[in-house]
């Protein structure tokens, strides 16, 4: 296997180590966990600019969750760490994905349709399986309302990334 591939394999780790530190830890645990993943990201990995996808996608994750949150499409176990009306841990996730749209997905954006079905899908099924295992309540409307951001999302990714190809390219 090439070093991309290889890099690409420990990017994709990273996330799955975030996703899980944050969804069975809470904020606390995925503060640290994320924190500690986001940083090395930003050392070893990201290309110059790269932050600026993160910070986006945080400020994305605030707007799109906490907008969802604030209809009522989510009830949170209590958390001593909140970012408006979200649990950090939740917010967390969104910079967390972010690390993966150079590196991991980088393949997927040239392919539109690809990217906007696995967005409609995967999108939706990791709130899902977060919420059972962290004791969070969905109103029956947020998987639907999720699936259609993921596939926006997804759409337009593909539209601002796709140009380019193969792993670790930068933006």
Not at 17 to 42: E, P, Q, R, T
Request: overall charge positive.
């Amino acid at each position: 296997m090439t070093r991309e591939i290889w890099r690409a394999l420990a990017n994709l780790a990273g996330f799955q180590l975030g996703w899980l530190s944050c969804v069975l830890g809470g904020s606390l645990a995925g503060l640290a966990v994320a924190g500690g993943i986001l940083v090395a990201h930003l050392r070893w990995q990201a290309g110059p600019g790269e932050w600026r996808w993160l910070a986006g996608f945080a400020g994305l994750g605030l707007a799109v969750d906490g907008g969802l949150a604030l209809a009522g499409g989510f009830r949170f176990p209590a958390d001593p760490l909140t970012l408006g009306p979200l649990p950090l841990w939740l917010w967390l996730l969104w910079p967390l994905f972010a690390t993966l749209l150079h590196h991991s997905l980088a393949w997927l954006w040239r392919h539109p349709w690809l990217a906007v079905a696995g967005g409609a899908t995967s999108g939706p099924l990791s709130y899902y399986a977060g919420a059972e295992l962290a004791g969070v309540t969905l109103a029956p409307w947020l998987l639907v309302a999720e699936a259609l951001c993921w596939a926006l999302l997804c759409l337009w990714l593909s539209h601002r990334l796709g140009r380019r190809g193969g792993f670790a390219q930068r933006d």
